[in-house]
């Protein structure tokens, strides 16, 4: 079963046009508080239980929308609930980031640190450090250089990123847990 999708202005035609939009914004809490969709609740990837949301939701409900910053976390999203059964769930294209050009409302927050940018820092400062221990202590540290470069090469065959979902879970990451913020579903 494949993933559907819509842009983000057919989402804004459909805010428009005041059909209710249910809309789970997958980013982590602390990229959530930075800007988000005025109408998505937080569901972190990492936290997302598909069947716990399901349980949550009436027949009525309509199709359930996913969103996170550029649409990768909101498709691995969808992957979830479609091996969990339900097939009413829409991923939105090109995440918040195209959200913000066609005019959605928005709440604005504190700047962070994206994901993205976190785990280029991490990886280059990892590609640096084996490189510079393997020339002044012992060649066997070129190795944490070969294993990043490695590391990026799956991601991008893959599409996932272990180093992000691990970096998510960071306390700096995670935000404070409160009702305005994340909605836990229990």
């Known amino acids: 079963m494949s993933i559907t999708s819509i842009a983000p202005v057919e989402l804004a035609d459909l805010f428009k046009s005041g059909k209710r939009i249910d809309l789970i914004d997958v980013c982590a809490p602390v990229e959530y508080r930075e800007v988000h969709i005025e109408f998505a609740r937080n569901i972190p990837l990492d936290r997302l239980d598909p069947s716990k949301v399901i349980q949550s939701r ?11 910053a550029s649409g990768n976390r909101g498709r691995m999203a969808c ?4 091996k969990s059964g339900y097939s009413d769930v829409v991923n939105i294209e090109g995440g918040n980031t195209a959200c913000l ?12 640190l994206s994901l993205d940018r976190q785990v280029r820092f991490v990886i280059g400062s990892l590609v640096v450090l084996g490189n510079v221990s393997g020339w002044l202590l012992h060649p066997a540290f070129f190795f944490l250089s070969t294993f990043m470069g490695a590391g990026l090469i799956f991601a991008g065959i893959t599409d996932t990123c272990a180093l992000g979902m691990m970096l998510a879970r960071m306390p700096w990451n995670r935000g404070t847990q409160s009702s305005h913020s994340i909605c836990n579903i229990n």
Do not use: N, W
Request: glycine share 12%; charged share 25%; aromatic share 8%.
């Open 58 to 68: 009436s027949k009525t409900d309509g199709p359930l929308y996913i969103i996170c």
């Open 79 to 82: 992957e979830k609930f479609l």
């Open 101 to 112: 050009a066609v005019g959605l409302p928005v709440v604005r927050g504190k700047k962070a």
